[in-house]
């Protein structure tokens, strides 16, 4: 965690990620404090996911934060922005390769396929216990038959593939409700199963709403699966793809009530032209991409210069002497104009 002092006895704490590293969809925090840490006001919401946020305040009265992304495409990152500025949630994007994801006047194309390295995923904020009330709702069309499919989740899981969606559960064995043809495996596990059939390679609209212990799926506004949500529990609030697929995206919307803690109301459209985290590619910038590296600070030098520290780990292996991934210090020499 990060701290900063914004005026006499005016702290502002930049936490890290949240439970489990982030991986649920738990951003950084803001907190402040009027009486020099005695006490600390409610938590707000950062835009980024960071690990050892290190935040101190430019010589033009802004504030710069360093930060390794745990949740995403790991990396280290810096953020400038001013502390009178209201910041708010912003979703998290899976995304090492950019060209699997593009923006087109009418929709956004994901082209992706199995493996870290070729999925796109946007993360949200996840329903913190099986009380939460979640409401997802996507407008989403598979290419063509031979796209694999594409996932919502929605505090469970719903897949789409070409000739049906699938509520998929998180036990090896298969129960709950058939309609169409009776599937048996997802992937290679048998597992919970409540399965619909349906051409989704035409434009849907698909909601799912997670309450009082049930999941309903509506396809078009109708009724499509109805289960209870006890074989399909799950925390995450996420859209996109790690299947060999080309799926494309009209709309997306996502509220999650939780009864303690955070909640969100968060909607993207691709006719707006904006990408669903249109927020990193304008503010974050990136300083170096790689699965291990971070753990930054930064200091101003006289001239303005900003000098940010951080490590990476190499990434060879001398079989001779069995030597892996050997740990460096890079520095970045930046201007505050080159941030923001």
Known sequence: MGIVELEPGHLLAVTRVGYANGDYGQPSRLIHSFDSGRTWGQPQLAPFYGQRTAVHRLRSGKLLVTYRNRWGTFASYAFVWDPSEDLGFEPASFIWDESRCRLEPADLVLSTDRGEESQVFFSLYPALTSGARVELEAEVRLANATSEGCDLFAGCHLRLTADGVSLVGNEEKQVGS?????????????????YCQLDATKWRRYRIVKADGEIAVFVDGRLRLQEPAGPFESRLVRFGSNLPSESHWRSVRARVENRRGHSIDWSWRADAGVYPDQFRRDRMVLLDAAADSGYSNWDQMEDGTIVVADY?????????????????????????????
């Open 178 to 194: 058939v309609v169409g043809p009776d599937l048996e495996e997802v992937g290679s596990d048998r597992r919970y199963l409540s």
């Open 312 to 340: 990476t780990n190499q990434a060879f292996y001398d079989a001779a002497s069995r030597v892996g991934p050997q740990p460096i210090i890079r520095a970045y020499r930046i201007r505050e104009e080159e941030l923001t």
